[in-house]
C-alpha cells in the first residue's frame, strides 16, 4: 500500500516539475514586454545581461538581488542587470529606486507577457544572456564569483 501511494504521488508532481522553468541554456532571448522602465532609466547596453524576474516582498528575491549586485559590479559595464517585477510601478517603485545605477534597471512587466515568454513560473529566478542566447538560468543564490566569470569568459 505504501508504495503504490508513493507511485501515484510520484506521477501526481511529475508534470509540476516538468513545467517549472521553461527557458533553456543556448535557446534564443526571447524579447522582453516593458510597459515601463523606472524613472524611464534603462540599465546601460553591455555585453551580457542579467535578468532577475523579482517581487518586493519575496526575501528570496532580496536576498538574490544582493548576490547578483554584489557580482556584477566587479564586471565595468560587461553585464548589465535589468530587474523585472509584475509589480504596480506605484508599489515597487519606491523600495527598488535605490538600487538603479547605470548598469541597473527595473522593468515593469506588460500583464506577465515577459515571465511567460521566459518561461518564469517561480521567482526569484534568475536568466543571463548575451546579445543572441541564454548562456545560463536558475536561482542566483547558486552565483558566485568563479561561476560567473566561467559564463561570461565562454
Known amino acids: ?26 535557446d534564443k532571448t526571447p524579447e522582453m514586454s516593458v510597459r515601463k522602465w523606472l524613472m524611464d532609466s534603462q540599465p546601460s547596453d553591455a555585453e551580457y545581461r542579467c535578468l532577475l524576474f523579482y ?3 519575496s526575501e528570496l528575491c532580496k536576498q538574490n538581488l544582493k548576490i547578483i549586485k554584489g557580482l556584477i559590479g566587479k ?3 560587461r553585464i548589465n542587470l535589468s530587474i523585472i517585477t509584475k509589480e504596480d510601478y506605484r508599489e515597487a517603485g519606491v523600495s527598488l529606486t535605490e538600487h538603479l ?3 541597473i534597471g527595473v522593468a515593469f ?3 506577465g507577457k515577459t515571465f511567460r515568454d521566459f518561461g ?4 526569484p529566478y534568475c536568466i543571463i544572456c548575451n546579445k543572441k542566447r541564454v548562456v545560463w538560468c536558475g536561482n542566483a543564490a547558486l552565483l558566485n564569483e568563479q561561476r560567473l566569470e566561467k559564463i561570461i569568459t565562454k
Open 55 to 57: 517581487h518586493s516582498k
Open 101 to 103: 545605477k547605470e548598469y
Open 120 to 123: 518564469v513560473k517561480f521567482i
Open 75 to 77: 564586471y565595468n559595464g
Open 1 to 26: 500500500m505504501k508504495r503504490l501511494l508513493i507511485i501515484l504521488c510520484t506521477l501526481f508532481t511529475l508534470p509540476l516539475c516538468a513545467s517549472a522553468q521553461s527557458v533553456i541554456i543556448g
Open 109 to 111: 512587466d506588460d500583464n
